[in-house]
């Protein structure tokens, strides 16, 4: 009888490890197979919780939070490309110019749940930003992600246009937050065990087998 872990993933929809993370986790999920049953739950993490609704250029915004020249950009982007092009991700970084606020998209993931398609809707999510170059803060574009992952359209578009959820995701985000979690992706498997970044698949494949063992 295959263990079942409970696996809440932290994480943001313009965080490119989150992409990373997620790809990595499902892949060691694959190579478990009947092993392990894989509850996941996506919780909301803003890198950018105060972005204006126009964004900012990405160089220009990592030089300011973290002191990136451009050229220390332009590598940490082709490390990124990579590692996503090894796991079957495409970042298509000549499109993603600027970096965006995310929270009506944590709106709709929080929506998402409700139905159980918060899996899908976040790989629409991330396929629009980091693929397609998207700016996830219109809700067009949340709305033909609603539409990829098969939900609702009217229902997603009613709910952009109210406040609903918005009090949730606060309300987690601050629960993450108070516990610790200030980087992304913050994988939380069974409540108390943590893997941090966007680790490669082995890495995720052995803690979840030994997490699983534990009974």
Same mark, same amino acid.
């Given at each position: 009888? #295959? /263990?079942?872990?409970? *696996?809440?993933?932290?994480?943001?929809?313009?965080?490119?490890?989150?992409?990373?993370?997620?790809? !990595?986790?499902?892949? &060691?999920?694959?190579?478990?197979? @009947?092993?392990?049953? &894989?509850? *996941?739950?996506?919780? #909301?993490?803003?890198?950018? #919780?105060?972005?204006?609704?126009?964004?900012?250029?990405?160089?220009?915004?990592?030089?300011?939070?973290?002191? !990136?020249?451009?050229?220390?950009?332009?590598? +940490?982007?082709?490390? *990124? $490309?990579? $590692?996503?092009?090894?796991?079957?991700?495409? =970042?298509?970084?000549?499109?993603?110019?600027?970096?965006?606020?995310?929270? @009506?998209?944590?709106?709709?993931?929080?929506?998402?749940?409700?139905?159980?398609?918060?899996? +899908?809707?976040?790989? &629409?999510? =991330? +396929?629009?930003?980091?693929?397609?170059?998207?700016?996830? !803060?219109?809700?067009?574009?949340?709305? $033909? %992600?609603?539409?990829? /992952?098969?939900? @609702?359209?009217?229902?997603?578009?009613?709910?952009?246009?109210?406040?609903?959820?918005? &009090?949730?995701?606060?309300?987690?985000?601050?629960?993450?937050?108070?516990?610790?979690?200030?980087?992304?992706? /913050?994988?939380?498997?069974?409540? $108390?065990?943590?893997?941090?970044?966007?680790?490669?698949?082995?890495?995720?494949?052995? +803690?979840?087998?030994? *997490? %699983?063992?534990?009974?």
């Amino acid at each position: 009888m #295959p /263990a079942t872990l409970k *696996i809440d993933f932290v994480s943001d929809v313009s965080c490119p490890w989150c992409a990373i993370g997620l790809q !990595s986790l499902e892949t &060691a999920l694959g190579r478990l197979g @009947d092993e392990v049953q &894989a509850d *996941i739950h996506f919780q #909301p993490f803003e890198l950018n #919780p105060n972005m204006v609704s126009e964004g900012e250029d990405i160089t220009e915004h990592l030089h300011k939070k973290y002191g !990136s020249t451009p050229e220390q950009a332009a590598a +940490a982007r082709e490390n *990124i $490309r990579q $590692r996503g092009e090894a796991l079957g991700f495409t =970042f298509n970084m000549a499109k993603r110019g600027r970096i965006y606020n995310t929270f @009506d998209a944590h709106r709709l993931l929080h929506w998402a749940e409700t139905s159980g398609q918060q899996l +899908a809707l976040k790989k &629409a999510l =991330f +396929a629009a930003y980091f693929t397609n170059g998207e700016d996830p !803060s219109n809700h067009e574009v949340l709305l $033909r %992600a609603v539409r990829a /992952a098969d939900l @609702d359209v009217d229902e997603a578009q009613r709910v952009l246009a109210t406040d609903d959820y918005a &009090a949730e995701v606060r309300e987690q985000e601050q629960l993450y937050l108070d516990q610790g979690i200030h980087s992304v992706p /913050a994988v939380i498997i069974n409540d $108390r065990h943590l893997i941090s970044g966007g680790q490669p698949p082995e890495v995720f494949e052995q +803690a979840l087998r030994q *997490i %699983a063992a534990q009974g």
